[in-house]
């Protein structure tokens, strides 16, 4: 049974994420969406709601689950049996960042290797941030990420506004 971990912040889950996911389920057995902590980020949902987003859109994938996780990426590898960490790369602007963790998660947990799925060229400049900022400005973001969150977003960020 081969596990893999799809780890990141999905805040929120984008069409490129999706893209990477399901790329993911057909080459692994088993994959975990795993909503982990950016220590250098402040996300707008919770991990919770990122949680319950991602649900909604991977309901088509039988072998696809998702979970968040406040540790060390390589311990909850190790905690699930995984061997794989699939990250998207969208450019060469991503590879010094991923590169670096990738290493470091080597380092810690050599039994995990990370593999490296290239961004779909239709998603390449794609982000959670972008999709945040456009929506922020009352720009139209339903391109960007899946139909049914497209509500869920808007909600979030009028809210956010009044705080
Ligand atoms: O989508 P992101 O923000 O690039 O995802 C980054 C994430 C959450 C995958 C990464 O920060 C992570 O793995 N956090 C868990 C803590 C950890 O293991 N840090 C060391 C990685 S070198």
Same mark, same amino acid.
Do not use: W
């Given at each position: 049974?081969?596990?893999?971990?799809?780890?990141?912040?999905?805040?929120?889950?984008?069409?490129?994420?999706?893209?990477?996911?399901?790329?993911?389920? !057909?080459?692994?057995?088993?994959?975990?969406?795993?909503?982990?902590?950016?220590?250098? $980020?402040?996300? =707008?949902?919770?991990?919770?709601?990122?949680v319950g987003l991602l649900r909604r859109t991977i309901r088509d =994938?039988?072998?696809?689950?998702?979970?968040?996780?406040?540790?060390?990426?390589?311990? @909850?590898?190790?905690a699930h049996r995984a061997t794989a960490i699939v990250k998207g790369?969208?450019?060469?602007?991503?590879?010094? @960042?991923? #590169?670096?963790?990738?290493?470091?998660?080597?380092k810690l947990y050599p039994e995990v290797e990370t593999v490296f799925?290239?961004?779909?060229?239709? @998603?390449?400049?794609?982000?959670?941030?972008?999709?945040?900022?456009?929506?922020?400005?009352? !720009?139209? #973001?339903?391109?960007?990420?899946?139909?049914?969150?497209?509500?869920?977003?808007?909600? $979030?960020?009028?809210?956010?506004? $009044?705080?």
């Open positions: 049974m081969r596990i893999a971990l799809c780890p990141g912040s999905f805040d929120p889950v984008t069409l490129g994420h999706l893209d990477i996911i399901h790329r993911a389920a !057909g080459m692994f057995d088993q994959v975990v969406v795993l909503v982990g902590t950016n220590a250098s $980020k402040k996300p =707008l949902f919770t991990s919770r709601e990122r =994938l039988p072998n696809v689950t998702v979970d968040s996780y406040d540790g060390l990426l390589v311990d @909850y590898a190790r790369l969208r450019a060469m602007s991503d590879f010094e @960042y991923e #590169f670096q963790m990738a290493l470091t998660n080597r799925l290239t961004s779909t060229a239709e @998603y390449m400049y794609l982000s959670s941030s972008l999709v945040k900022q456009v929506a922020s400005f009352g !720009g139209d #973001f339903s391109a960007f990420v899946p139909a049914d969150i497209v509500e869920d977003i808007r909600k $979030k960020i009028r809210k956010d506004d $009044k705080k």
